[in-house]
Nanobody, 127 residues
Framework: QVQLVESGGGLVQSGGSLRLSCRTS????????IGWFRQAPGKEREGVSC?????????YADSVKGRFTISRDNAKDTVYRLQMSSLKADDAAVYYC???????????????????WGRGTKVTVSS
């Protein structure tokens, strides 16, 4: 059974940093991608950053490029992290990690491709 558990959310001042973690279990080689997604109140869930477990290809949404970094714990391949810096009010949301088998090419960090989801961790940014 695939399980994902997020942690690391909280309250941070604008301009500050947070590191989110996603602990996974029950993975098989069937799922090659891990992604971080977020959903703010009244908005659709969006892909923030994704990484391929097979070749470490990464994707970042334009809104977070240069500020967020996705990484994996190479030793165990069970922990994935999202380092967030220079946080803005627009970054406030519930952040989820998920895994799936998106089609290769553009759009592979679209939430619709991802099958298994964690429950999320909330990030609040104060001005």
């Amino acid at each position: 059974q695939v399980q994902l558990v997020e942690s690391g959310g909280g309250l941070v001042q604008s301009g500050g940093s947070l590191r989110l973690s996603c602990r996974t279990s029950g993975f098989t080689s069937d799922y090659y991608a891990i992604g971080w997604f977020r959903q703010a109140p009244g908005k659709e869930r969006e892909g923030v950053s994704c990484i391929s477990r097979t070749d470490n290809t990464t994707y970042y949404a334009d809104s977070v490029k240069g500020r967020f970094t996705i990484s994996r714990d190479n030793a165990k391949d069970t922990v994935y992290r999202l380092q967030m810096s220079s946080l803005k009010a627009d970054d406030a949301a519930v952040y989820y990690c998920a895994t799936g088998n998106p089609a290769h090419g553009g759009g592979w960090c679209n939430p619709g491709w991802y099958e298994h989801w964690g429950r999320g961790t909330k990030v609040t940014v104060s001005s």
